[in-house]
């Protein structure tokens, strides 16, 4: 999984950007400020067509550093058959898209299964899209809403 | 204004709404210092004083692995690594209090047979143990069957609480090899 071979999909009513050149698009990165912002990488082939990883924010300002600042920052994961896994939520990240896709904050974040059976909190997190990897770094609780065992206690 | 970049491909119709539950007594609480997350093997990796609160049982160790299942749902597969302590109680009301280096947590069906066990390992100076208020025995490796509410033993020891005089609690004697 490549986030190059994949997508950067900037798109609002509103949204004013300004590409520093055209030539190679995944080379280029957005002056100007988003209130809608995503990100998809996709499985490789032969589910090539089937998104793995989406990332979005409901607001996305750029840093220095070819950074961007992204608010209500959700990630989602899905199946190679295109079903939910995990949804991963935070209320402000800074995002490096050409660097990996990795974002970062001190913030809070909470992570759930799709089914919501399993339920993680923190603060301060590391998110590698490349990689599919998130470290959260603080205060870590996990909420098994169905019990550690699946038997009964004899 | 608006300059889209030319490789872009819209988002798709999928949806991950996130689910809230309500909390139930089934439920299990774990708290650690720090976790990764691995999206591609599915497995979350606790760190640093990882504390598990469950209705049925208490667990500490410095590292605990969990592996979800691709579909979702509980997992079936948990491993906990160094200082390992479980506490729980069981069916006739007897407490439990189990120590090693490692607890393995497996959940299989086989045909119609359910197997669910914990299997604790230690090292040769220190095997596995579990206490009980008169008497702890060893065992290398101690498995603790979910299906029976058992243990397994293998090699074990034996070691009474008591005293010859009916003392509690005071030079422990033992009795198996």
């Not at chain 1, 400020?33 to 409901?58: M, N, R, W």
């Not at chain 1, 909470?110 to 923190?122: C, I, N, P, R, S």
């Not at chain 2, 991950?16 to 299990?28: G, R």
Request: hydrophobic share 35%; net charge negative; with cysteine.
């Amino acid at each position: 999984m490549k986030l190059n071979a994949a997508t950067l999909c900037l798109a609002s009513a509103t949204a004013i950007f300004f590409f520093a050149g055209t030539s190679n698009h995944a080379q280029t990165m957005p002056a100007g400020h988003a209130t809608g912002f995503t990100t998809e990488s996709y499985y490789e082939a032969p589910h090539d067509q089937q998104v793995k990883i989406k990332l979005s924010g409901a607001d996305a300002s750029p840093l220095p550093g070819g950074l961007l600042d992204v608010k209500q920052m959700r990630v989602e994961t899905f199946t190679a058959d295109g079903k939910p896994e995990l949804v991963v939520r935070a209320p402000q990240c800074t995002y490096a898209p050409l660097d990996g896709g990795v974002a970062n904050s001190a913030g809070h974040i909470k992570l759930q299964t799709a089914d919501g059976k399993f339920q993680v909190e923190g603060d301060g997190f590391l998110w590698r899209q490349n990689d599919n990897v998130l470290t959260i770094s603080n205060h870590v609780q996990t909420v098994m809403q169905s019990g550690f065992f699946k038997l009964p206690t004899q | 204004m608006l300059l889209a970049a030319g490789s872009c491909r819209l988002a798709t119709a999928q949806s991950n709404s996130p689910v809230t539950l309500p909390k139930t007594p089934e439920q299990t609480i774990l708290t650690s210092d720090s976790a990764v997350f691995d999206g591609n093997s599915r497995q979350m990796i606790y760190y640093g004083h990882v504390y598990v609160t469950d209705p049925k049982v208490k667990l500490t160790c410095a590292q605990l692995t969990v592996n979800l299942p691709p579909g979702g749902g509980q997992p079936t597969n948990i491993v906990a690594e160094t200082n390992v302590v479980v506490d729980f109680t069981d069916a006739k009301g007897q407490t439990n209090h189990v120590t090693s280096d490692l607890a393995v947590y497996d959940y299989k069906v086989v045909g119609s047979v359910t197997n669910e066990t914990v299997t604790f390992t230690g090292h040769t100076n220190y095997p596995p143990r579990v206490e009980y208020p008169d008497y702890t025995i060893t065992s290398e490796p101690l498995v603790w069957d979910r299906a029976t509410g058992h243990f397994r033993f293998t090699s074990y020891k034996m070691i009474l609480h008591q005293t010859l005089s009916g003392g509690t609690n005071s030079s422990p004697l033992n009795i198996l090899k």
